[in-house]
């Protein structure tokens, strides 16, 4: 088993910056058994979309609406991904989930809510 827990959401204006923490824990298998870490977001009467992810070897991908603007890391030796997120829009404005995925199981944290202002 996997647990995630995510936090840092909040309220910004437009153009501001908040980071978003997912903290994972679980056994030594389970969590080394994980290939694959991101963010997903869903905004009401929308469908839950994949923001970014990071592989086991470093590699990220972004959606396209906020390549350039959002940066996802990780901390090994914290078990913790991070959501770096600059030049935020108002459309940027979801509930984000961060899933940690194994070859069996996709596990998702409860999310944090990001809501920016116009």
């Known amino acids: 088993q996997v647990q995630l827990v995510e936090s840092g959401g909040g309220l910004v204006q437009t153009g501001g910056s908040l980071r978003l923490s997912c903290v994972v824990s679980?056994?030594?298998?389970?969590?080394?058994?994980?290939?694959?870490m991101g963010w997903y977001r869903q905004a009401p009467g929308n469908q839950r979309e994949l923001v970014a992810f990071?592989?086991?070897?470093?590699?990220?991908n972004y959606a396209n609406s906020v390549r350039g603007r959002f940066t996802i890391s990780r901390d090994d030796a914290k078990n913790t991904r991070y959501l770096q997120m600059n030049s935020l829009k108002p459309e940027d404005t979801a509930h984000y989930y961060c899933?940690?995925?194994?070859?069996?199981?996709?596990?998702w944290g409860q999310g944090t809510q990001v809501t920016v202002s116009s």
């Open positions: 899933y940690a995925q194994t070859p069996w199981q996709k596990y």
């Open positions: 679980g056994s030594i298998s389970s969590i080394s058994s994980i290939n694959s």
């Open positions: 990071i592989a086991g070897d470093g590699t990220t």
